[in-house]
């Protein structure tokens, strides 16, 4: 099992950036595929970056791709996601998740059920 911990969400302008960080519990952080999901109000959680469990893949949704970057640092158990260019659009929760000894695919329609593990989320706002 691993318990996640989100930090780093906020109030920025348009064209703005932030980066979340995700820390991780647990001995074996590397054996756990980790993503990123975004929720934002009345609307259903969507997935929006993933990474393998030593960093080698990802993968992003096209709204956010060329805009945000996910990487992790498996000695200090942390992923990350650096959002640059951020638009009102992107407002939304923003939630952790990971999943054990997964595979990352391209072109994948990930969904919040392929996600065994959550952070309690942290918010991002983005001003117009």
């Known amino acids: 099992q691993v318990q996640l911990v989100e930090v780093g969400g906020g109030l920025v302008q348009a064209g703005g950036s932030l980066r979340l960080s995700c820390a991780a519990s647990?001995?074996?952080?590397?054996?756990?595929?980790m993503a990123w999901f975004r929720q934002a109000p009345g609307k259903e959680r969507e997935f929006a970056a993933v990474?393998?469990?030593?960093?080698?893949?990802?993968y992003y949704t096209d709204s956010v791709k060329g805009r945000f970057t996910i990487s992790r640092d498996n000695a200090k158990n942390t992923v990350y996601l650096q959002m640059n260019s951020l638009k009102p659009e992107d407002t939304a929760v923003y939630y952790c998740?990971?999943?054990?000894?997964?595979?990352?695919?391209?072109?994948?329609?990930?969904?919040?059920?392929?996600?065994?593990?959550w952070g309690q989320g942290t918010q991002v706002t983005v001003s117009s």
């Open positions: 647990g001995r074996t952080f590397s054996s756990y595929t």
């Open positions: 990474i393998s469990g030593i960093g080698g893949t990802t």
């Open positions: 998740a990971a999943r054990y000894r997964s595979t990352v695919r391209q072109n994948h329609s990930y969904s919040a059920n392929d996600f065994d593990y």
